[in-house]
């Protein structure tokens, strides 16, 4: 059966700021909180005094494609390992993802490396097989607004990464937000991965890092920024990636694969491990700028 | 269990025109089809000589409201009764429609009007739910890159009238439809509603006439305009229903109140009934202007 | 000498809807005049119950390409030639016209056919030199906000026609007609022609017909539509042509080249002479369905 | 008399990279520069190892307003004095500047600080009157794509500094830099400062740091960030003037206004003095974590 419940949020139990008008969304905002949420999966805390950096493949292509990704990544001081089992492709003849079997290499990779899993769902139906295998659930752009989605995604009470929309204002992307904590899940994490702009003769997408600061004034959740879609370039991932970090993203999201060249996805913005470990170098000095440190691999 | 499964689409069924390269879309366009299909619900025929008028709320409220809207439009010359019983909503604490109940009014109205019925499916859960009342089964704007949801929608048979996402590109739309057409499913009816510009002081949307006569050459499929949606003001419903109509699209789609000051969504845009029997007497000329004629009430 | 001279407009001379707060654009506002102004340059009249049609080559190229297309527009039930003596252009290596002696050409041409000339004027250092030939000065989409060039063409008291910036909300278009009104020049005609959107693989700009009916509203200043801009497609010109009647439009700016394939600027949106008879022809349908009828050729 | 002069340019001076093609912008590449060249305005270097301050008021109001302004910043680190004499507004009935009279507090300012002055000119007519006044010219947002004015301005031999247009793409960008080299002036200085989006919920416009590392790879020109326009708000700037710095932005443009809640345009945006201060204390661990240094006062 079916039912389209509408949700009565109590609103004394949010604590506005005396004279101004609750916000439109009560739970995600600052004023129900006074300080900073943070977001603990495992050993690694989300939006705390450590940059979470989460890297891997775009897709999960074949177990040793992933288990390469994955030791690499993990040796080069990723914490979370990334990589889609199911894919969202504009056409339907695209290759879309090894479905569960793309989610028990995710399993695998994470047994032998320690890393945390994080992984996209974009169907309803998917949902407990994806929550089965991971450790932190990814709505898509696309999915941003498929709200029955989120809140399927918000019940089974794992950790949400919820993409900003391409096309999506931040005040919608907070209301999507706020679907998924009205659920009772208070473990969202935001991810800016670009908006589409008048502009993309260099690059796929607008990293829009003015979005990520207002973020992080108008929410108490932690942000994280996905360089590689919101330039599509891999050349352009280490300055935006230090960018990212400037203006106080709590953890960045990195397409890394062991050969670019081969991807069946993205390979155009992933990086190889060398050039990752080149800018995990290079990310220390601005991590260090901002008084924060590198959350560290567990164990 | 779940699966990702991969579309084996045999191109050689499809006959390019020679020396062009095949489409990205190749079901969907007009390479693989002479000239322009129809897709024929009950007695109505869309993409035919005939322009279809769909007409109803935005929102089913109660029984008493779509009732009334529903014999209004009928009398007034709409041949399909549109009405939402789920919404999607930007905020969770927005009312979402009666569900079922909705649903049941709806297959009411029918009963006594003899319109045929479009109604929007939002969640892969509700498809088989919302089919068993549709005649035509409504993708909306935010749900257009829901690709499972679409195939599921598609399995059904019915017809299915695909909104354009307010920021997809045309290409995105018709692979879009390439989806339910991929599934087997040759019912489409493609849908314009406004896209999203750097410019809302006047308008909700930009309603996009290029994409309506961009779509009609490059694909078969009949194209519907919404005026509504697409511009967010019931007083600019007019002029941009007939400039659609001057364009070339196969029908319209209007919302439609008894009494819009109270309506529970959409208010601004929708037309009494009045304004809508207005609507209708100024579209005639233009309609004749095209060649073409309304399509008439059956029974 | 150089002044930033400020504007002293006596709001008390503007007569205000009683309880409606003064608009940002009080000369040209609807509240400031009950019905449409119209504009009239020679025996052509703006704004009333005729659709006007200008057309012509994009850029003067040459006595012989001028003349040609000026008499083929003409017997062709054109009533104003356009023609680009000074061309803006986003490479600095492109060609830029033929500057006076393309001015002279259009001169010719308005002599043999009797066509009145619009052309654009994009330097300051221009205007008194184009004033000198045209009948219409055109401010192009990229000089709409260069307000100091706005004063100037303004005080020639030529008729101005301001194109719509592609980057411009409508509102900022109605404060550059502004500065035309408040310099005391009460001649100005505005033009659609197409907006930057996220969607260019089909289209050059996207047509933005709610603009139109918007300004209509607005305003009551005429409106024409360029739709060989708002497309960048011939093919596409005849269904916005058609639309831009239907939504209100007081005129269409149509690109006509004798032989687009040899055109030095904007080629593929060129109708050649047959093309162009073809769309007065379709057009009359949908000039009479408005109730208006098309503007002669005078004398 | 007036001419519209085509540019010969010499592509055999320039040294393509064997096997590409050659760029749209030959003299903006670095296809034709091996590093990146510098602009040296008196003691200052822009483009080379050090980050350079500008920062002043949006609008010169009054002598005793720019001189407390200049004096601010001046002796907390800036190097370079902004303040408009000249303002192009949205409206004609907005505060324009103080034309002349600005320009000459600007140049009795320098005297008193030693700061280099930066002022815009948005007219071909004003282009000797403020050159007489100004270390650098700035081209305004809205004057990008006035190509004759570039042309002006690129003559008078002084540097200029080209701000983005809000709705330009990065190859237009490069392309109006063009028209100003291909007059023999080589000083250009590039300027983002944020585009229009569909987004201005929070922020008036979408600071594109993509669009800064585009530019850094594909010219050699130097590239300056102006974080007060790119964003809206001064409590956004402190957060993106460090993206900016971390994202390889060899300078920054930022309002400052002795008393924001007093100033005739932009207060919004304008950091006060104590802010100013706190940023170029926080900006300082970023800039040393690219391994740069800020720029100091002269003398």
């Known amino acids: 059966m079916s039912t389209a419940t509408q949700i009565a949020v109590d609103l004394?139990?949010?604590?506005?700021?005396?004279?101004?008008?609750?916000?439109?969304?009560?739970?995600?905002?600052?004023?129900?909180?006074?300080?900073?949420?943070?977001?603990?999966?495992?050993?690694?805390?989300f939006g705390g005094p450590e940059v979470v950096v989460m890297a891997g493949p775009c897709t999960v292509e074949s177990r040793r494609q992933l288990l390469e990704a994955a030791q690499g990544v993990c040796s080069l001081g990723a914490v979370v390992l990334?990589?889609?089992?199911?894919?969202?492709?504009?056409?339907?003849?695209?290759f879309r993802g090894l479905a569960e079997e793309g989610l028990r290499h995710l399993a695998e990779a994470r047994t032998l490396t320690g890393l945390l899993v994080i992984t996209e769902v974009m169907s309803e139906k998917d949902v407990e097989l994806v929550a089965n295998y991971a450790d932190i659930l990814q709505i898509g752009s696309r999915s941003m607004s498929a709200f029955r989605l989120l809140e399927e995604v918000a019940r089974t009470g794992k950790p949400v990464m919820l993409k900003r929309g391409f096309m999506a204002t931040v005040k919608e992307w907070l209301l999507a937000?706020?679907?998924?904590?009205?659920?009772?899940?208070?473990?969202v994490i935001l991810c800016e991965r670009g908006i589409r702009s008048f502009d993309s003769d260099f690059t796929r997408n607008t990293l829009d890092l003015?979005?990520?600061?207002?973020?992080?004034?108008?929410?108490?959740?932690?942000?994280?920024?996905?360089?590689?879609?919101?330039t599509g370039r891999a050349d352009l991932v280490a300055p935006l990636a230090k960018a990212a970090i400037a203006v106080g993203a709590d953890?960045?999201?990195?397409?890394?694969?062991?050969?670019p060249s081969t991807a069946l996805c993205d390979g155009k913005q992933s990086l190889d491990l060398p050039r990752f470990a080149a800018l995990m170098s290079e990310l220390r000095p601005?991590?260090?700028?901002?008084?924060?440190?590198?959350?560290?691999?567990?164990?």
Request: hydrophobic share 40%; proline share 10%.
């Open 12 to 45: 004394a139990t949010v604590s506005p700021v005396a004279g101004t008008k609750p916000p439109a969304y009560p739970l995600a905002s600052r004023q129900s909180r006074a300080g900073a949420s943070t977001v603990q999966v495992g050993s690694i805390e």
């Open 82 to 94: 990334r990589g889609g089992a199911f894919k969202p492709r504009t056409s339907p003849y695209d």
């Open 177 to 187: 937000a706020e679907y998924i904590l009205a659920q009772g899940n208070e473990r």
């Open 210 to 230: 003015n979005a990520v600061a207002v973020a992080k004034m108008e929410t108490h959740l932690p942000v994280i920024v996905d360089p590689s879609h919101g």
């Open 251 to 259: 953890g960045l999201l990195i397409e890394v694969h062991p050969d």
């Open 286 to 299: 601005f991590i260090a700028a901002t008084g924060r440190r590198l959350a560290m691999p567990r164990g």
